[in-house]
């Protein structure tokens, strides 16, 4: 399973770190993604969402 948000798609960002001594190597910056269960039209399954789906409310978290 990919590493993205399935409400906004939010997925992996990439770029360079860069050191004191202004070495670029590629690194990654992962979403917050959380495997929660959440009310789909009136069924309950899981779903990856990334934090800021969940904290805006644009899931329904199952009880």
Do not use: F, P
């Not at 409400?7 to 360079?16: F, L, P």
């Not at 070495?23 to 910056?29: A, D, F, P, S, V």
């Amino acid at each position: 399973m990919s590493r993205k948000c399935e409400v906004c798609g939010k997925g992996q960002a990439s770029g360079n770190a860069v050191s004191h001594s202004n070495i670029h190597t590629r690194r990654k910056w992962n979403a917050n993604i959380q495997t929660v269960r959440i009310n789909d039209g009136g069924r309950v399954r899981k779903a990856s969402v990334c934090t800021r789906c969940l904290k805006s409310g644009k899931v329904n978290r199952a009880v």
